[in-house]
């Protein structure tokens, strides 16, 4: 006990530089239960920091808004622990994000049950960030993301598209029905597979379980929608070669992806230990440099805010289904998941993380391209 009471002091300090409080009166400030918790952020770090939220060994009203705080703060320059250090050491020595790995995330966080997504992500199954430009509901945002991407993908009647990472096949039955294409989606996870042909049947859709460097066949459109932050940095000049191979001379490309502002070989700890194996996010500077030769960059739209928006409409969603929902197994798994919730919204109202959509180009649209908006 002694030692977790000289322990307390050096956390108390490197919280102040966040504006949070131990046993403090404040909605964000960390109600401890436990006095191991101090040892163990100060080995782990945020590893240790999620670790011990699901443990239940500290609590808070205001979880996203403790989160942001420390990520505003950047305190992990301050207090990174080991488990930092090793994914920085694992990510220089391992392709995390390997063909032969590539279905680690469908098993482990896509396949854990359809119920669990259908009750979060509203009527649509899209479990991306939404487009609230205009839009007042979820399911609104949704549907105004997906008529955004058809837009600026020009979609045509009788073209082709390409979506890599389709999910639940969304995009593909609503660019069908509203644009009159055809299509082939992909993707890594079981579930969403069966799922996405039951939701595009008698439409002119397939849907692949397979991984994105197995696929062939040329398209007039590709698109990719939250699936970029899977392929990892020593794959992204391959996924734009596959990209640009699959993709008519004409034609246009869109991706979807989260970003961030500092480049990185490696997630965090916690989110790539419990949420998503093997992913990591993409910086500017990571994406031009694989696509210089390959493609040309159209247009590049940024609106990450909107998901902090989004992700509180799913935790709305998700905390009142709760108690219906058979495939949950335990409290243990409903503490992590709005660990997961909350850490995704502080990252983006910190404006660390960024949702960016790319439209690009083979060789440049003949006359130049007017990005919709």
């Known amino acids: 006990m002694a030692l977790a009471g000289s322990l307390r002091a050096p956390i108390e300090r490197l919280l102040r530089h966040a504006d949070v409080g131990i046993d403090g009166g404040r909605p964000w400030d960390m109600q401890v239960h436990e006095p191991r918790l101090y040892a163990r952020l100060i080995a782990q770090g945020s590893l240790g920091l999620g670790e011990s939220y699901v443990d239940g060994w500290w609590d808070t009203q205001d979880l996203d808004g403790l989160l942001y705080r420390l990520l505003q703060a950047r305190l992990e320059r301050r207090q990174p622990g080991l488990a930092a250090l090793w994914a920085w050491l694992r990510a220089l020595l391992v392709n995390e994000q390997s063909r032969r790995r590539s279905f680690a995330v469908g098993q482990r966080h896509y396949d854990i049950g359809n119920d669990l997504y259908r009750a979060m992500l509203g009527e649509r199954m899209v479990y991306s960030c939404g487009y609230w430009a205009s839009a007042d509901t979820l399911d609104a945002a949704q549907e105004a993301k997906l008529d955004l991407v058809c837009r600026k993908l020009m979609l045509q009647p009788g073209q082709r598209l390409l979506d890599i990472g389709c999910g639940w096949g969304e995009l593909l039955k609503f660019a069908a029905e509203r644009y009159g294409v055809s299509g082939v989606g992909v993707t890594v996870s079981r579930e969403q597979a069966e799922f996405a042909q039951r939701l595009c049947a008698g439409l002119p859709v397939e849907i692949r379980l397979c991984d994105y460097r197995e696929m062939d066949g040329q398209f007039d459109r590709v698109a990719s929608i939250g699936m970029f932050e899977h392929v990892g940095v020593r794959n992204y000049t391959r996924f734009f070669a596959q990209v640009r191979s699959h993709l008519h001379e004409r034609g246009l490309a869109l991706l979807h992806t989260i970003g961030s502002n500092v480049s990185r070989t490696h997630t965090d ?105």
């Not at 197994?329 to 919730?341: E, G, H, S, V």
């Open 269 to 373: 700890p916690w989110i790539g230990k419990y949420i998503f194996p093997n992913s990591m996010l993409p910086s500017a500077a990571q994406i031009t440099r694989a696509l210089e030769r390959r493609l040309l960059i159209e247009d590049w739209h940024n609106f990450g805010t909107d998901y902090d928006r989004t992700l509180q409409a799913w935790r709305h969603n998700i905390e009142a289904a709760w108690d219906r929902l058979s495939n949950v197994p335990d409290q243990r798994f409903r503490r992590m998941w709005r660990y997961y919730l909350a850490a995704s919204m502080g990252l983006f109202r910190s404006r660390r993380g960024h949702v960016w959509q790319l439209v690009l180009s083979p060789t440049g649209v003949p006359g130049g391209y007017r990005a919709p908006r």
